[in-house]
């Protein structure tokens, strides 16, 4: 029988994250995102002692860049230092993003902090408040960004403590989504012999398995459109039967969101701009307060397709679309339409019977052969690519995609051409 306790499991915090890749964003909304993972993490430390939350794990990438910015590091001090006066412990694993060897500023760190070491698993334990033994936590930092080897298999339970804790920042069963550094497998994790494994590298929240507890909290500060909903952290609590109860916290100081808007039985221009403007209505409404960066994806088949191809028509309805939300400068609470993307399609897809043995028709017939063969498909994107495919990143693009979005790409590609064909024919 062990006591009573709880922890915050949090990770990738990526203090200081610089958002690269917006474009023509108004300066309330850059400076409200630069300072977004400082705001999230500040939350994160309010709710440890707000809950009297016993200590804190935090799994990896705490800093975004192996030359961890000053900015950063001195308000991780602060903060690690105003749960230090409240008696928490922090146990701290470095990742891919933050590893041992990058630039560190030369700080005083309370000794309740615990960094993990490099050179192996390491275990030191962990205490409620009021002093009682709770746990042993293990964990080791990366020595430097690109670690393949399997750290996983390096854990080790000792005996003498009723919980064991181990902090791992690591792909589990080789996730596309991450670079597989410190690849390991659920079953050897399940076998390991712990109790819990608080994971990081993984910015989805997923929870593997359960008794074991294997848990990705996902990252704390969404920060591009791969990042949509709430993040933030779980806060465990452990029964003195080793019960265990998780709650997510969202600690999210922006929302980044993405709305779908269809055209099918749309006839006019008023109604799409109906549906553009209640979505984002809609994304005000679930961010409760918080600001949103926001993506629309116009899909479906109607009659507005056409005129949706038109060059400008994405950014045209783009630009309307922030003026209808309004500025950033004039509410806490704004919506940042940061893109919209249009994925329609012709409202009769394929080609008339007299276009059958036509250079559009010949061309239709090898798209819609070569979308129900992998391989074809394949082949054909490649082929359409040809010398782009030079290029490392355009190569490594190309490989990752899957067949339903080679499938998709050839049939936007296929009505695009038959629209600018019968354009040019007058039809």
């Not at 933030?232 to 600690?251: K, L, Q, W």
Request: aromatic letters at 8%; hydrophobic letters at 40%.
């Amino acid at each position: 029988m062990g006591v009573p306790f709880t922890f915050l499991h949090a990770t990738d915090l990526h203090l200081d994250s610089p958002f690269r890749g917006l474009t023509r964003v108004p300066p309330a909304v850059r400076e409200r995102l630069r300072e977004s993972t400082f705001a999230s993490f500040r939350r994160l430390m309010e709710l440890v002692r707000r809950e009297k939350i016993d200590f804190v794990v935090l799994a990896g990438d705490l800093y975004d860049a192996a030359d961890r910015s000053l900015r950063a590091q001195l308000r991780m001090q602060r903060t690690l230092t105003e749960l230090a006066e409240d008696g928490v412990q922090v146990f701290v694993v470095h990742g891919n993003h933050d590893p041992e060897n990058g630039w560190k500023a030369k700080l005083d760190w309370p000794r309740t902090v615990r960094v993990f070491g490099s050179r192996d698993v390491e275990s030191f334990p962990a205490y409620r408040r009021d002093g009682e033994l709770a746990a042993y936590v293990y964990g080791i930092s990366y020595p430097q960004s690109n670690v393949t080897d399997n750290l996983a298999a390096r854990y080790r339970v000792r005996p003498g403590a009723p919980f064991h804790l181990a902090v791992l920042h690591a792909n589990v069963d080789g996730n596309p989504g991450h670079d597989d550094y410190a690849p390991c497998r659920l079953a050897e994790l399940r076998a390991a012999g712990f109790h819990y494994w608080a994971l990081g590298h993984v910015h989805d929240r997923r929870v593997l398995h359960e008794y074991p507890h294997v848990v990705y909290p996902g990252n704390i500060q969404g920060r591009s459109m791969r990042e949509t909903g709430g993040k933030g952290a779980y806060v465990v609590r452990v029964s003195e039967t080793g019960r265990i109860e998780m709650e997510f916290r969202d600690t999210a100081d922006v929302l980044w969101l993405e709305k779908t808007a269809s055209i099918e039985g749309m006839e006019r221009e008023q109604e799409l701009k109906n549906l553009l403007v209640r979505l984002a209505e809609e994304a005000r409404a679930e961010a409760a307060g918080r600001p949103v960066v926001l993506r629309i994806r116009v899909e479906g088949r109607g009659v507005l397709h056409e005129r949706l191809q038109r060059d400008t028509a994405a950014a045209e309805w783009l630009e309307e679309l922030r003026e209808w939300c309004g500025s950033p400068d004039e509410a806490d609470d704004w919506v940042w339409a940061d893109s919209l993307l249009v994925r329609t399609g012709a409202l009769t897809p394929g080609t008339d019977e007299e276009d059958e043995n036509g250079f559009l028709g010949v061309l239709s017939r090898i798209g819609r052969e070569a979308a129900g063969d992998p391989d074809g498909s394949r082949r054909l994107l490649d082929d359409a690519l040809g010398q782009a495919l030079r290029h490392a990143k355009l190569r490594e693009w190309s490989a990752a995609r899957t067949g339903p979005e080679r499938e998709e790409l050839i049939g936007r590609a296929l009505e695009l051409a038959a629209l600018l064909l019968r354009d040019k024919e007058g039809r």
